[in-house]
């Protein structure tokens, strides 16, 4: 029934907000600050091409994110730990557990909500869950493709650049759409 519906949203938010504590202020911060600003997977700048002395919002062209900077990111030197790091343990295992708690999150939040609204209760549950899955897919494809890059270098080329970018893209894109359904 529905308080076991709502025992397991609390049970899956407690999830959620263990893992985005957890990487945002334990393990991201001990590869760097371009890993803690987890800068591939969300279409930014890369914290240390920022112009020394240059405040927030003002980072020059140098530091944004596009194909030969993150190439430039990849062969620096001193980044191999940082590159390591990012991919095992940040993305795979806890990225995967991260993105798997918000998208079951927002899916059963959306599920729970929509059957107190009278118009859309009796839509189908699937509706509620598009988006929350969609999300889930396009972050497992980004991660999968960012492991790929960080771990083998010289796969990064335009195509996987787009790629890249295509799923980062659609998993921004498909996660607000889904918080904006709950």
């Known amino acids: 029934g529905l308080a076991w519906r709502m025992r397991a949203v609390i049970v899956v938010a407690v999830i959620f907000a263990v893992l985005h504590f957890g990487l945002r202020y334990w393990v991201t911060p001990n590869f760097g600050e371009d890993v803690k600003a987890r800068f591939v997977e969300r279409l930014k700048y890369i914290p240390s091409f920022k112009t020394p002395g240059a ?70 549950a699937w509706v509620w869950w598009l988006f929350p899955v969609a999300y889930m897919v396009f972050d497992v494809l980004e991660d999968v493709l960012l492991i790929a890059l960080l771990t083998a270098p010289s796969l990064l080329n335009a195509g996987t650049f787009r790629a890249l970018t295509a799923f980062t893209s659609g998993k921004i894109g498909t996660v607000a759409v889904a918080a904006g359904q709950v």
């Open 55 to 124: 405040q927030a919002g003002e980072q020059g062209s140098e530091a944004v994110l596009n194909e030969a900077n993150f190439a430039a990111w990849l062969a620096k030197p001193g980044n191999e730990a940082s590159r390591r790091g990012y991919a095992f343990p940040v993305l795979f295992p806890l990225d995967i557990l991260f993105l798997v708690a918000l998208g079951s999150l927002l899916g059963m939040a959306s599920l729970l909500l929509a059957a107190k609204v009278g118009a859309v209760s009796g839509w189908p």
